[in-house]
């Protein structure tokens, strides 16, 4: 059940109001409060306080109040009756949306022969954590990793292997696709070719250049390039799969990228001719998206470059008319850098003037930058910009450095999934929008709000659960005060899911983990459980709360894509 909505409903209808309720601080005056006196009040232009003894009888009246009270100038603080609560919180938590939508979710977005940096990191759990955000309100999702396999970055690594050896058949025009070509490429080769490649072009303008003739050549089919591409975008995607397995997300529903939007080049282009959208500008065919009202720069969006190549820009529009064709979807959101906020302003307009998309069925959500102690862009201890890998190896070492400091063995599998937990837990729970601090030392802490802290919740329950040798008894049982806060706080799940999807707020759901895992550890120290001493009624009921805390915890960890040990 959603507490806080059932309650605010049942208020708002007595009194005929749609004010918020308030959840205060200090549950000592009440579970909640509401201002609705003092709503009232000013458009009967009357006192607060007396208007809110007015209306106390007609909240005390509702069959979920125990008590209610006048405080301050005005506020009721309204507490709940403890069955109410009890037998609110027997079924399994369960939150839907009213309005289940189809959503694309862009997210991952890898690219081919780039090996995958710390600026993955956060679109893939971002992004996987809201998709089963979405997933269990209801909502139809198609996750669409778009990945980057046809831009300057290919035409940059068949220069440099034609660079490294002339030799090879695939840099002739007349290249026969029947042709067996003798030559392999190793993989960790393969990661070095691309910055090598940039680095060169930087500096000498005639590889540049050659690049980009490439490029375009290989856009156009040049069969040579492409059987180049084709050996190398194997190796790159499967080095891709290796690394993102390591996150623990769900499998993708389309590894589509630009390569497959670029089918739909031709048909987006008529559209866009037809509406008299496309202009000329230094050589380069562009879509002007500017408007009157503009305060900032909004340069054109590029559809072809001067070499009549694709770009990042066509091939995104034409992954927007692709999908719209494909899922037909309500929405499409994007979850990439906050760096790139202009593309998507563009691609948006963009789509809504060429009639292919609505402009406000189209979000980006842009993270801020993962940064290391000093406050600048987290690099490995070598200087190099950090490689996804590298982080979640670093989390590894340390997470096991721990744990032996500690003097406990722990096996491989629990050791890795401790590391996954420190690392998605860290990321989740900071607004996506700002930048955060990574410290491998301190994400890895089995106290405090980390990853493993939730773990250890998780697990304590599961071990009191495995000992139990009673069944728990859903039979009411009056509680103390810190089995009472455990339960309402389970009671705001459905809430916390509702609010985090409509805010795009994953962080909701990793700060409510950390306070019911507050909650349940209070719980578990201040109420004996299995301790000989505790009476069987409550021992049944003890283990009850336990049973529908650890559900709710569960489901809150799967949100998170977190796997929980079997010890720790
Ligand atoms: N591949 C791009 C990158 O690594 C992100 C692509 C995001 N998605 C999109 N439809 N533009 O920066």
């Known amino acids: 059940m959603n507490l806080y909505k059932h309650v605010s409903n049942a208020i708002n209808e007595k009194l005929g109001t749609s004010v918020n309720l308030e959840v205060p601080r200090n549950r000592d005056f009440g579970d909640f409060s509401t201002n609705a006196a003092m709503v009232m009040a000013k458009s009967a232009g009357k006192n607060p306080r007396e208007l809110a003894a007015e209306i106390l009888p007609k909240i005390t009246e509702l069959d979920f109040v125990a008590d209610a009270s006048i405080a301050g100038p005005g506020f009721i603080n309204i507490k709940l009756k403890d069955e109410f609560i009890w037998e609110s919180a027997c079924a399994p938590q369960s939150p839907k949306s009213d309005t289940p ?6 997210y991952g977005a890898y690219n081919v022969a780039k090996s995958l940096h710390i600026g993955h990191l956060r679109t893939s759990i971002v992004g996987d954590t809201f998709n089963r955000i979405a997933k269990l309100l209801g909502h139809k999702t198609y996750s669409w990793n778009h990945i ?18 002339p030799e090879l058949p695939y840099f002739s025009d007349n290249f026969d696709p029947a042709t067996p070509v003798d030559f392999e490429i190793n993989p960790t080769e393969l990661n070095a070719y691309y910055p090598a490649a940039s ?66 080049l031709d048909k987006v282009e ?29 340069p054109p969006y590029m559809w072809t470059d001067s070499r009549g190549a694709d770009t990042y820009d066509s091939t995104d529009l034409a992954a927007v ?23 998507f302003e563009q691609l948006f307009r963009a789509s809504q003037i060429s009639e292919i998309f609505d402009y406000n069925n189209l979000e980006h959500i842009g993270y801020g930058t993962i940064n290391g102690r000093d406050g600048k862009p987290f690099k490995t201890r070598d200087g190099n910009a950090a490689g996804l890998d590298d982080i979640i190896d670093a989390v590894n070492i340390a997470v ?26 860290n990321d989740l729970m900071h607004d996506v929008r700002s930048d955060y601090i990574f410290d491998p030392a301190s994400v890895t802490s089995f106290e405090g709000r980390t990853g493993p802290y939730i773990l250890y919740t998780a697990v304590r329950l599961n071990s009191v659960l495995k000992r139990a040798t009673m069944t728990a008894s859903p039979t009411y049982m009056p509680m103390n005060a810190d089995e009472r806060n455990l339960l309402i706080s389970v009671l705001d799940f459905e809430r ?28 578990y120290h201040n109420c004996p ?17 336990v049973n529908v805390a650890h559900d709710t915890l569960l489901k809150t960890i799967d949100l998170m894509g977190l796997i929980v040990p079997s010890e720790m």
């Open 199 to 264: 680095t060169f072009a930087k500096e000498n303008p005639d590889f540049q250049a050659h690049a980009q003739d490439i490029k375009a050549k290989f856009q156009n089919g040049h069969p040579g390039y492409f059987a180049l591409y084709e050996k190398f975008l194997k190796i790159s995607m499967k080095m891709m799969q290796e690394t993102v397995s390591r996150l623990n997300i769900l499998p993708f529903d389309y590894d589509l990228g630009e390569r497959n939007a670029a089918k739909y």
């Open 529 to 545: 459980i299995l301790r000989e001493d505790t009476p069987s009624d409550i021992r049944a009921g003890r283990l009850h709360i």
């Open 148 to 165: 980057g396999d046809w831009g300057k970055p290919m035409a940059l690594i068949i220069a440099w292997i034609e660079r490294l050896h």
């Open 496 to 523: 916390t899911v509702i609010n985090a999807f409509e805010n795009r707020a994953t962080d909701m759901i990793a700060n409510y983990a950390y306070d019911l895992c507050q909650l349940i550890n209070t719980f």
């Open 400 to 425: 096991r450095e721990r744990v032996s400091e500690s003097g406990k063995t722990l096996d491989e599998g629990t050791i890795r999934a401790i590391a996954l937990a420190a690392v998605k837990f």
């Open 270 to 298: 008529k559209i866009l001719r037809a509406k008299d959208l496309i202009s000329e500008s230094d050589g380069a065919q562009v879509i002007v998206v500017k408007r009157e009202d503009d305060n900032k720069p909004m």
């Open 101 to 106: 939508m189809t959503i694309d979710l862009d």
């Open 321 to 343: 008319y692709c999908r719209k064709m494909t899922d037909n979807p309500d929405k499409i959101i994007y979850f990439t850098d906050l760096r790139q906020s202009l593309h």
